[in-house]
């Protein structure tokens, strides 16, 4: 069975401080990895990985794939209030029909304290 | 502006009774998702369609129907057969099958007692 799971599955830091999110996977016909940011309802897209070792960056916020220990990790620096959402992990699995088909992790609750 | 409208937010509904839930797109995008979001599990997967008239069962799919009859929209059924429906439902598209990149919509609260 496809699983995705993502550890803390809550954290609670104060503004200023830096976090790192870990996302684990044991999959078959893995294609990709994705971090999607849901603060109250619709879930937005981060980041795309697919190859190991290459770093992401958008702004504050990064993240890096190593295919060898199957897992992802999402850093973000300088942490704000508006930081604070469910981060979710999402693993790109090929299926018989050609379609991508995407296994989600539980996902961790950011929350940054003023 | 693009994107995708789910209606309605909020739905209470008896038990025993099916309830659709509606999902419209005006991004074009030819595939068409479902997803279930409980408390601590995560989105999971009850169908998908790649194009019109045509879907395909996904994790979660017992007690649950689509339709695909136009591009743009992609309606599901929470019939009386699903066991536990109360839940949080993401209604999400991408640009073709093979995107994993996918847009979703502000979800609907169905709440069944």
């Known amino acids: 069975e496809d699983k995705v799971v993502q550890s803390p599955l809550s954290l609670v830091v104060h503004e200023g401080d830096t976090v790192t999110l870990n996302c684990s996977y044991e999959v078959t016909n893995f294609r990709s990895l994705l971090w999607y940011k849901q603060e109250k309802k619709a879930p937005t897209f981060l980041f795309m990985l697919t190859s190991s070792g290459i770093e992401k960056k958008s702004g504050r916020l990064s993240s890096i794939l190593d295919k060898k220990e199957l897992s992802s990790i999402l850093n973000i620096t300088a942490t704000q209030t508006g930081d604070s959402a469910i981060y979710l992990c999402?693993?790109?699995?090929?299926?018989?029909?050609?379609?991508?088909?995407?296994?989600f992790g539980q996902g961790t609750r950011l929350t940054i304290n003023p | 502006d693009g994107g995708i409208t789910q209606s309605p937010k909020y739905l209470f509904r008896k038990e025993g009774q099916n309830v659709t839930l509606s999902c419209e797109q005006n991004l074009n995008h030819d595939a068409m998702y479902w997803y279930r979001q409980d408390p601590g599990q995560g989105l999971r997967l009850i169908y998908y369609?790649?194009?019109?008239?045509?879907?395909q069962k996904g994790d979660i799919a017992e007690g649950y129907s689509v339709s695909r009859e136009k591009k743009e929209s992609f309606p599901l059924t929470v019939t009386s057969a699903q066991k536990n429906p109360t839940a949080f439902y993401l209604c999400?598209?991408?640009?073709?099958?093979?995107?994993?990149?996918?847009?979703f919509g502000n979800g609907t609260r169905l709440t069944v007692t």
């Open positions: 999400a598209s991408s640009m073709t099958q093979g995107d994993p990149t996918l847009h």
């Open positions: 369609s790649q194009i019109v008239n045509d879907f």
């Open positions: 999402a693993v790109g699995l090929f299926t018989i029909q050609g379609a991508q088909k995407l296994v």
